[in-house]
């Protein structure tokens, strides 16, 4: 399918983009191509794509995978997908909100593993990814198209002015990197920002052992204002006395002086077990 061939049906179908889905679509089958072999994917491999749009990512996607199910919310693309995944025997589209849907209810779809490949709109972006990774089912790996700026946060190590709690919440259940820088041309139409592929290959038993959730809440807690020490944060989100924050920082090995930014996920775990033995919930 050419960039020409895709814009003509949209054109014919007389399609109107829904800013409000953040619809921005890729036709450079170069590019499209290189997302593919980015996640990896191949012959054996179940693929659940988040966003059809118009198809082009989801035909170079069917090209490697054995199957595609892909999740659209805009039904106005019903007749422009019946033309641009024409012939494709292994694709399946779905008209639902991947957000509203139990494990469950994905799971019956979708069966075992599989890995996630999408151009997801800005903004879904973080819920979607935390969606999956939170999530009970059997994620191998999530490629995705994101703002560059959310890529940065994602990747970002300890220190950088990137490193927020989201970074940790990524990295505390894969590894994550960036695979490719995207300029704004590559869309259409054209947003107003640049864009990154990530790759995060999942490893949900990488923290064996430690309470997920409750260290999830440490990291908001901790970055819940950033330009404040991490003692201030923990005696605001745990009601903690300034004495008891300072005591559980000194017994984690750590200054009380420190800010959230500068501990890495081995720290904060420490940081967590002595919250725990002093019984703060």
């Known amino acids: 399918m050419s960039d020409l061939n895709v814009k003509d049906i949209l054109i014919s179908k007389g ?4 800013k409000a889905l953040g619809q921005n679509f890729i036709t450079d089958g170069n590019l499209l191509s290189a997302i593919v072999s980015d996640s990896g994917v191949d012959s054996g491999d179940t693929v659940v794509e988040i966003g059809t749009g118009a198809g082009t990512l989801t035909r170079a996607i069917a090209a ?15 007749s422009v997908l019946d033309l641009s995944l024409k012939g494709l025997d292994n694709v399946e589209v779905i008209f639902k909100d991947v957000l509203k849907m139990t494990d469950g209810e994905l799971k019956e779809i979708v069966g075992g593993e599989f890995k996630v490949v999408a151009n997801l ?53 894969g590894e994550a ?15 107003n920002v640049d864009s990154a592929v990530v790759k995060i290959d999942v490893d949900k038993n990488k923290l064996h052992g ?24 923990l005696m605001s989100g745990y009601g903690l006395s300034r004495e008891k924050a300072i005591d559980v920082l000194l017994k984690a090995d750590i200054s009380p002086t420190v800010r959230g930014e500068a501990l890495s996920i081995d720290q904060y775990v420490k940081v967590l077990n002595v919250l725990k033995d002093f019984g703060t919930k």
């Open 121 to 173: 709109p800005y903004y879904v972006t973080t819920p979607m990814i935390m969606r999956f990774l939170e999530s009970g089912l059997d994620v191998k790996s999530i490629t995705v198209m994101v703002q560059k700026e959310v890529a940065d946060r994602f990747v970002a190590t300890v220190g950088s002015k990137e490193y927020a709690a989201v970074s940790l919440a990524v990295q505390m259940r």
């Open 64 to 78: 490697k995978a054995k199957k595609v199910f892909s999740f659209e919310l805009d039904k106005n693309l019903i």
């Open 210 to 233: 430690v309470d997920l959730s409750a260290l999830s809440r440490l990291f908001r807690i901790s970055f819940a204002m950033r330009r404040k020490m991490l003692t201030n944060n």
């Open 177 to 191: 990197r960036v695979t490719r820088i995207v300029g704004r041309q590559m869309f259409f139409p054209m947003p």
């Open 15 to 18: 399609f109107h983009y829904n």
